[in-house]
């Protein structure tokens, strides 16, 4: 198994913390910019996005939560949804909800407008973060120790991109609760070997 990532990409980030908290050997990651038409994640996946992860049989899997899903049946335990599935999986949604925003904000900043976060879409995915990361704070995923649940994982990493791409917008709010949250797993090496940085 390898997987294919970028050292910015919130979605590669969460399906290389799943893989770590089941125990998966990350050793044959590659850091790869999808931007730049890379020949190996062209030929696994033409959408030329992370993660992709090839299976030791050689499928390539193209999808953030696919690979959590295939995570999750090759390794039951520890279950990422924990014991309250359908609420672990309403809070993970609502997070990725929010990181496809912020995704869009910077995709559309890079590549079609710099003033792209000014312009009507650009408004409303901005709208989606500031009511989406309101939603989480006021009910922050549940975590004592131990594996982190899907909702956990999201949030986190949610939070992360925050810091990563728009920590000086005047928009962005305190989130207290969600920043005691993210010190609770800091240090497990699954988060910590992930943390999210900018290319020089």
Known sequence: MRILTNTTSPF???ARIALGEKGFDLGRTEVVNPWSDDATLRRLNPAMRVPTLETDEGLPLTDSMLIVAWAERKVPDPPLLG?????????????????????????????????FAESKVG?????TVTEGFQLIE????????????????????????L???FAKEPWVEALPELEALRAKVADRPAFRSTEPSIPS
């Open 12 to 14: 590669a980030r969460i």
């Open 83 to 115: 014991s309250d599935p359908d609420r672990i999986a309403s809070q993970a949604g609502l997070a990725m909800g929010v990181i496809e925003a912020m995704a869009n904000i910077v995709t559309g900043y890079m590549q079609i407008d710099p003033n």
């Open 123 to 127: 408004l409303k995915r901005r709208r």
């Open 138 to 161: 006021a009910d922050v995923p549940a975590y004592a120790d131990g594996t982190p649940s899907l909702a956990v994982i999201t949030s986190v990493v949610a939070l992360d991109y």
């Open 163 to 165: 810091a990563l791409r």
